[in-house]
């Protein structure tokens, strides 16, 4: 028997194969298209890049006022945004949040790049929780876990929002001395108590999110994660 060696370039090649001028053309224009997106993102990106130092720049100032009011700075600032949500939607619009900086003595231009950051359904409106979440002092997972072990215990029917009946089941308020007076109900001690916490309506209601508000002050002015867990798990008496 007679074995036969091709050579690749001996081997024919199928006519689907071979690119035609009508392909060769399209592959061209494809690729001249290509090249033309690219640098069209490449100059968005840099046209980005003055923006975002901008927000960023603002960010960084209001949480440097927030903090500078001590611990319930950012809880203040936090009650104060949520407040501008007149209709209750958990958003804001440019005009709104550019009229709340101002209050705020932060004269901006970049009220709509804020927005857009945080515009979180293509509304054109900024996401008001994102917005504070942004806001707060960076949390280790190591306190956002023993915050949110806090607030699962008060939480007693699992709903995500703490009420005074949450609070009955957890603490007393009889010891309170306006109690002891006759100057407050029990429950009107405990109201007392969960507004310090409550920075969206005072609707009796506290939800996680307010929760972390009240923490993160506390927490930009604690060094170490440790020391942290001890002060929150001593006021909570977690165990």
Not at 145 to 174: H, M, P
Request: glycine share 8%.
């Amino acid at each position: 028997m007679c074995l036969t060696w091709f050579t690749a370039r001996s081997l024919p090649v199928p006519r689907a194969m071979l690119p035609s001028n009508s392909c060769a053309k399209q592959d061209a224009q494809t690729s001249v298209e290509l090249h033309r997106r690219i640098q069209g993102y490449r100059q968005a990106s840099c046209s980005l890049v003055p923006i975002m130092d901008a927000v960023n720049a603002i960010m960084e100032r209001l949480r440097t006022q927030c903090l500078s009011q001590g611990a319930l700075g950012i809880q203040g600032v936090a009650r104060f945004f949520r407040r501008l949500d007149k209709d209750g939607s958990r958003s804001l619009d440019a005009g709104e949040l550019r009229r709340g900086l101002a209050q705020l003595g932060l004269e901006v231009d970049e009220a709509e790049a804020l927005c857009r950051c945080w515009d979180c359904d293509g509304s054109g409106t900024l996401d008001l929780e994102e917005f504070l979440r942004a806001l707060r002092p960076p949390l280790s997972p190591t306190r956002e876990a023993v915050i949110a072990a806090a607030f699962a215990k008060l939480d007693q029917t699992g709903d995500g929002v703490v009420t005074i009946d949450d609070l009955r089941g957890v603490y007393s308020g009889r010891a309170h001395p306006k109690v002891c007076s006759g100057e407050w109900t029990e429950d009107e001690a405990l109201q007392q108590f969960l507004d310090n916490f409550d920075t969206f309506e005072k609707d009796g209601q506290v939800t996680l999110a307010e929760f972390q508000d009240y923490y993160s002050g506390l927490s930009a002015s604690v060094d170490t994660d440790p020391e942290f867990v001890a002060i929150v798990s001593s006021a909570w008496r977690l165990t």
